[in-house]
């Protein structure tokens, strides 16, 4: 069974940096996209940064030349590096990851519960 796990979540004041990881779990399957999704209060939840296993990353708007993502296919964990952090950047982040399971080839996705990201002074 795949699993995820975010860490790494926590307070921080304004212009200061924090990062996330994830951890997925099991071994009978593939993985192809990575990514990290948020939700702020009131929200929906929207795409931070995605990294697929062809090397294509993408980030939002919002976040691009602050937020780094990064990937060890090795390890199976995902990484966002947030720098110059903004009170906007308030939320919960949420680990993505889909690809196949190895024996049926069926597709899958998964999301992790999500850690707590709080910029303030």
């Known amino acids: 069974q795949v699993q995820v796990m975010e860490s790494g979540g926590g307070l921080v004041q304004p212009g200061g940096s924090l990062k996330l990881s994830c951890a997925v779990s099991g071994s009978t399957f593939s993985i192809d996209v990575m990514a990290w999704h948020r939700q702020a209060p009131g929200k929906e939840r929207e795409l931070v940064a995605s990294?697929?296993?062809?090397?294509?990353?993408d980030y939002a708007d919002s976040v691009k030349n602050r937020f780094t993502i990064s990937r060890d296919n090795t390890k199976r964990m995902v990484y966002l590096q947030m720098n110059s952090l903004k009170s906007d950047d308030t939320a919960v982040y949420f680990c993505?990851?889909?690809?196949?399971?190895?024996?049926?080839?069926?597709?899958?996705?998964?999301w992790g519960q999500g850690t707590q990201v709080t910029v303030s002074s």
């Open positions: 993505y990851v889909n690809g196949r399971k190895l024996k049926s080839r069926d597709a899958y996705a998964i």
């Open positions: 990294t697929s296993n062809s090397g294509r990353i």
